[in-house]
């Protein structure tokens, strides 16, 4: 009876072992990439997105152009070389940004603590007239 134990034993260990060997091997392996003739190269990400980024929306309150701030509703954002800036889909720049019309995008926070936009859309509601229904 304790041969049987120990045969059983040393069966459960050995299968253990066999088991825990690719998922160790799986583990080392910190790339887990396809073989290089396969590979396609790394894609350079903008950035101004490396870093984490927070959304921001709101009606736009002011813009400075010569600062390069805009603010929303009470939060200032500070335009950097790195900004993307589009109106109604297409590229802007700052002095395309109506106050009163919706903004959107997102912003990081540089290390003097300050909010960096990465991405600023304005959604060109406030100059945009309403079309009124025609009556026959």
């Known amino acids: ?5 120990a045969n059983l034993s040393m069966l459960t260990l050995c299968a253990a072992a066999i088991l825990a060997v690719p998922a160790l091997s799986r583990a080392q392996d910190t790339t887990n ?3 290089a003739a396969t590979q396609t190269p790394p894609v350079k990400k903008h950035s101004a997105t490396l870093s984490a980024t927070l959304p921001f929306h709101g009606t736009l309150t002011a813009v400075d152009t010569n600062a390069m701030t805009l603010t929303v509703e ?10 993307i800036i589009t109106k109604d889909g297409k590229p802007a720049v700052l002095g395309d940004g109506v ?8 912003y990081k926070k540089n290390a003097e603590g ?3 936009a990465v ?12 079309k009124e229904p ?3």
């Open 134 to 136: 025609t009556t026959n």
């Open 99 to 106: 106050v009163g019309e919706q903004v959107r995008g997102a």
């Open 1 to 5: 009876m304790k041969k049987h134990i």
């Open 33 to 35: 990439a396809p073989a």
């Open 74 to 83: 009470k939060r200032t954002f500070n335009m950097t070389s790195d900004t």
């Open 119 to 130: 991405k600023v859309y304005f959604d060109g509601a406030a100059g945009a007239k309403k």
């Open 114 to 116: 300050k909010l960096d």
